[in-house]
DNA sequence: TCTTTGTCAAGAATTATTTTAAATTAGTGG
DNA sequence: CCACTAATTTAAAATAATTCTTGACAAAGA
């Protein structure tokens, strides 16, 4: 909680009670929910609140370097709390996005064929574990 | 060519001149276009084709496993004529993808803290070795 | 206090993609 | 070659995600 606001105070980051309140939804939260996630969340609190204003916070937050923006799935970004490198995996049955704690040389920036790396990003799609466990096979 | 009717006819594709256009104009095409880039193509040989013609032809040749959809641009997907698993260079400054081909431990589908795997995508963004040799540091 | 200047947020607009429904076509068998 | 039927194409409209525009507001200075 506190920690969020230092941060962005010391980063020169004007802070308006909208963004407190994404910045605050998304910390600690491991769901990585989309813009209209947080949109549909906020509103309750702030019922005039615009998508624009969510989607223009979490850009501010994401250029703080606060949080990381992923694009797992084709239909919509999904927002990740955790700014550090990690991997992902996406169930196409509950479609939720899980983080994937695995070390992997790829994730390290650095060079690739001549090309400068400054981000990676690694995604794994199939079924997770609780599906796997509660259903069969894998399709719906 | 002979080849991509080949195989579609085998897996039941119903082959139309808009299908086998598209078909063809990915073959061999690395750049890795998107719809549009597709849909722009074609209709100076098809005049009135259309653009949900194009989507749909690219879902039936994704369903067909011969092509593959790449979602590392969040604003819009391309597409790339290899459906082989391989990884991805995002360059931010011409904005091409280019193909990586290193080999990875973690781009062979198996299983990840017990989530079953059935595909993978890597992305690396950065600027590509052409833009480093051309220009300077990275950004324009 | 009165400008001036700049920033923010919400509604409007734009963009990629999908859906709709009618017209056309591919594949099949006679 | 023709007729039939199911599948496909098309243009237009709908939809959904994201971005742009502009008025409102606030801080800074005269
Ligand atoms: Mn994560
Ligand atoms: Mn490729
Ligand atoms: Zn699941
Ligand atoms: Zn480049």
């Known amino acids: ?17 909208q963004r407190l309140a994404v ?11 989309t813009a ?24 501010v937050l994401r250029q703080a370097g606060e949080i990381q923006e992923l694009t797992i799935r084709k239909e919509e970004v999904c927002f990740d709390s ?4 990690h991997h992902h995996f996406f169930c196409r ?10 070390g992997c040389p790829v994730a390290r920036k650095g060079w690739v064929d001549g090309h400068k790396i400054d981000g990676v990003q690694v995604y794994f799609y199939g079924v997770c574990s609780r599906c796997l466990k509660s259903g069969r ?3 719906e």
């Open 36 to 59: 209209d996630d947080v949109y549909r969340k906020l509103r309750r609190k702030y019922p005039t609140i615009s998508r624009a204003t969510v989607y223009t916070s979490l850009e």
């Open 137 to 139: 096979s894998g399709m």
């Open 23 to 33: 910045a605050e939804f998304l910390e600690g939260n491991t769901a990585h929910p």
């Open 93 to 102: 049955r509950c479609k939720r996005v899980l983080d994937v704690h695995i």
């Open 1 to 17: 909680m506190e920690r969020v606001i230092e941060r962005l105070r010391k980063k020169d980051v004007v802070l308006t009670p």
């Open 82 to 85: 955790d700014p550090t490198p």
